[in-house]
C-alpha cells in the first residue's frame, strides 16, 4: 500500500511507485500530476475508490477527479463514498459511474451517548473566555475545538498556548507531514487540544474523545452531525458543547430539524462555572528519522526503548510507522531521557536521528 499526497517529495513516491503497488491511497491533485508524469501507471487498475466525495467537490478538486477518470481503464469497479449527497454528488455520480447500486445507511445520535449542550453568548468576544471557563468545568483529558476558518483556527491555537493548554492545529493550510504529526500527536496523548476546521471533521477515528467544542457552528446541519460524532464512539460517552449569539439562532433551529431533537438553549453565565484547565498530556511523542524504507518495525523500536533506553514496556504507547520517518509515543516523564539515549545508542543495529515531535 503506497499513500501518494502532496506536501512531502515526489523523488520518494516515484522511487516507491517503481517497485510497483497493490493500492495507492492519494490525494487527488498528487495523483493526477503522477498520472500524467507516467510513474503511476494506471492500465491494470481493477477498482477507483472515491472516498470524502463530497468534502473534495468542496475543496474545488471537481477538475482534477474527472481528469483522473478519464485517464483509467473503461472496464473497472467504480466505488463512492459520501457523507452527503447534493446535487453535485449525484452529477459526479452519473459521470464516473454506470448503473450505480447506491447504499445508504442512517446517523443516529443517542442521547445516552453524547450529552450536548449550546450556551448562547451575548457576542463573539465572550468567546475566549468561555471556552476557557467550560474547559475549567469539565476538564476533558483531550479535546477537538471545530472553527469556520484558517485564521480563526490559528487565533484559537495561540489563545489555548497563552493559559498553557498544549494545542496545535489542522487546516488546508497544513502540509501532509505536518497534519500527520499534529494528529498522531493527538491520538498519542501528546496534546491536550486539536483546533480544526471542518477538513479534520470527516474521517478522523479518535478513540476515547471525551469532548468536542463547536467554537464556531457550521453552516451545514450534517457538518454538526459529523463534528460531534467525534465523541462517543464505539460505546464510550461524550460531551458536545456549542457557542453561539442571537444572530446564529436560525442554526439552532435547522439542527433541530435535521436531528428531529429539541434543543435546550443555555445562557452562558460565567459564575456557573468554577476551576482552571491544569491537565498536562500523559505521554510525548517522540520520532525517529526512519521508517518502512529503512525496514524498521514497531518491534525494533520498542526493542530499542527497553534495551537503550531502560524504559518499560508500559512506558511506550502508539506507534506508527510512515515510509521516512516514525512516532512513538512514551511517558512523558521519561521522553527526554529516552531521546537522549537513542541518539547516543543504535536501533537495529544503526543510528537514527531522534527528537521530539
Not at 309 to 338: P, Q, R
Request: proline share 3%.
Amino acid at each position: 500500500v503506497l499513500t501518494i499526497c502532496g506536501g512531502t517529495g515526489e523523488f520518494h513516491q516515484d522511487r516507491s511507485l517503481a517497485h510497483g503497488a497493490d493500492i495507492i491511497v492519494g490525494t487527488p491533485g498528487r495523483v493526477l500530476k503522477l498520472i500524467k508524469k507516467k510513474t503511476l501507471l494506471v492500465d491494470d487498475l481493477k477498482s477507483f475508490v472515491l472516498d470524502e466525495a463530497d468534502r473534495m467537490l468542496d475543496m474545488g478538486f471537481e477538475k482534477e477527479l474527472k481528469e483522473i477518470e478519464r485517464a483509467l481503464p473503461k472496464e473497472r469497479q467504480t466505488l463512492l463514498f459520501s457523507a452527503t449527497f447534493p446535487l453535485t454528488i449525484k452529477d459526479l455520480s452519473k459521470h464516473i459511474q454506470k448503473d450505480a447500486q447506491m447504499v445508504q445507511v442512517d446517523t443516529v445520535i443517542e442521547k445516552s451517548i453524547i450529552e450536548e449542550k449550546f450556551y448562547k453568548l451575548d457576542s463573539h468576544k465572550e468567546k475566549n473566555e468561555a471556552l476557557l471557563k467550560i474547559l475549567g468545568s469539565l476538564k476533558p483529558e483531550r479535546f477537538i475545538v471545530f472553527c469556520k476558518t484558517k485564521q480563526i483556527t490559528d487565533s484559537v491555537v495561540s489563545f489555548l498556548d497563552k493559559n498553557k493548554i498544549i494545542a496545535s492545529g489542522i487546516h488546508g493550510d497544513i502540509e501532509q507531514n505536518e497534519r500527520t504529526t499534529v494528529l498522531e500527536m493527538f491520538k498519542n496523548h501528546s496534546l491536550s487540544a486539536l483546533v480544526a476546521t471542518d477538513v479534520a471533521a470527516r474521517g478522523l477515528d479518535i478513540k476515547e474523545l471525551p469532548a468536542v467544542i463547536n467554537y464556531d457552528l457550521p453552516v451545514d446541519t450534517e457538518d454538526y452531525v459529523h463534528r460531534i460524532g467525534r465523541t462517543g464512539r464505539a460505546g464510550e460517552t461524550g460531551v458536545a458543547i456549542s457557542l453561539f449569539v442571537e444572530q446564529e439562532e436560525f442554526k439552532i433551529e435547522n439542527i433541530e430539524e435535521y436531528t428531529k431533537k429539541k434543543i435546550k438553549k443555555i445562557h452562558y453565565n460565567p459564575e456557573h462555572f468554577s476551576g482552571d484547565y491544569d491537565l498536562n498530556p500523559p505521554m510525548d511523542t517522540l520520532y525517529v528519522a526512519g521508517g518502512k524504507k529503512n525496514k524498521l518495525r514497531p518491534g525494533d523500536l520498542v526493542g530499542a526503548l527497553v534495551g537503550e533506553a531502560g524504559l518499560e514496556s508500559s512506558d511506550i504507547g502508539n506507534i506508527l510507522i510512515t515510509n521516512i520517518v516514525s512516532y512513538v509515543a512514551v511517558k512523558a516523564e521519561k521522553v527526554n531521557h529516552a531521546v537522549d539515549a537513542l541518539n547516543k545508542g543504535k536501533i537495529k543495529n544503526k543510528k537514527f536521528k531522534v527528537g521530539l515531535a
